[in-house]
């Protein structure tokens, strides 16, 4: 089974490149961040003419999160845990997470506040943000400890200094900060880890650069796309990529597709 999670940055605007990629790349079950547009406004359609079913999260033309299976979309859920927490004036619940069991593994894409800068309410909501999703994974491996789940998806966060091209120019800034470090940690501690490391070493393997500054020709990138795994999950890892590629070119995504090679249950 391949799995892959791409922050696509506007499925709508990108569409052609999706379907392309997802097409050439024999992907099974691929999370999607940054939609970027309501439930109606999804193009379901084009992916289930290529074979594929479709949950959708979208409330708005910001965030939205998609999962697209072609193993069974399963048991749908937009909230991991009631106590996720909301953000606004008034206070709402933001398009973030969807979560399905695809193929025997309960995936969740997630597109984890990016916080704005370390005095921002939207920083103290991300790390609240977090602290559910630990709080739900503990839960879900209590529960059963043979659990296959994988939480994927942006993370907005790098969670070593490798991570990041240049750790001093973001001093002071969101993303490398030590309580997002920690929120990160924790996520590894509750047993989800990073299976894609060992099969993409760092420094300077990322999954991010950003649109302005020649970033990327420059290879000045972050890290912050990431799939953890259950241990059950992990076991079962054979393979990761990251496809640097798909940045390249004319309206590509800030964001690589990142993918990995699950071998059949033992």
């Keep these: 089974m391949r799995l ?7 499925v709508r605007a990108r569409l052609d490149r999706v379907l392309a990629w997802i097409d050439r790349s024999d992907v099974d079950v691929v999370a999607l961040q940054e939609t970027k547009c309501k439930d109606e406004q999804f193009p379901e359609q084009a992916f289930l003419d290529l074979g594929y079913e479709v949950a959708h999260h979208g409330l708005s033309q910001w965030n939205g999160v998609a999962l697209v299976s072609r193993v069974g979309l399963e048991d749908v859920s937009t909230q ?10 008034p206070a709402a619940a933001e398009a973030r997470a969807i979560g399905a069991t695809c193929g025997g593994v309960r995936v969740w894409s997630l597109y ?5 800068t370390l005095q921002d309410p939207h920083y103290v909501y991300k790390l609240a943000w977090l602290e559910a999703l630990r709080s739900a994974g503990v839960g879900w491996l209590g529960q059963d400890p043979q659990a296959q ?11 070593t200094d490798d991570d990041v091209w240049d750790v001093d120019f973001f001093a002071g800034a969101t993303h490398v900060s030590e309580p997002e470090r920690a929120a990160f940690r924790s ?16 420094p300077g ?16 990138g972050m890290r ?15 393979g990761a990529t990251i496809d640097r590629e798909e ?7 800030d964001h690589a597709p990142v993918i990995v090679e699950l071998a059949p249950n033992a």
Excluded: C, M
Excluded at 224 to 238: E, K, N
């Design 224 to 238: 912050i796309d990431f799939v953890l795994g259950s241990p059950a999950l992990q076991a079962r890892v054979s």
């Design 80 to 89: 991991f845990s009631p106590d996720v927490p909301h953000f606004g004036e």
């Design 149 to 159: 789940v994988a939480l994927v998806g942006d993370f907005n966060i790098a969670p």
């Design 247 to 253: 940045r390249k070119g004319k309206g590509a995504s």
């Design 112 to 116: 984890v506040p990016n916080g704005r």
């Design 187 to 202: 996520l590894v501690d509750a047993g989800f880890a990073d299976v894609v490391r060992p099969y993409a070493p760092g």
């Design 205 to 220: 393997t990322f999954t991010y650069w950003d649109y302005t500054q020649l970033r990327f020709p420059k290879r000045q």
């Design 4 to 10: 892959a999670t791409w922050n696509v940055n506007s």
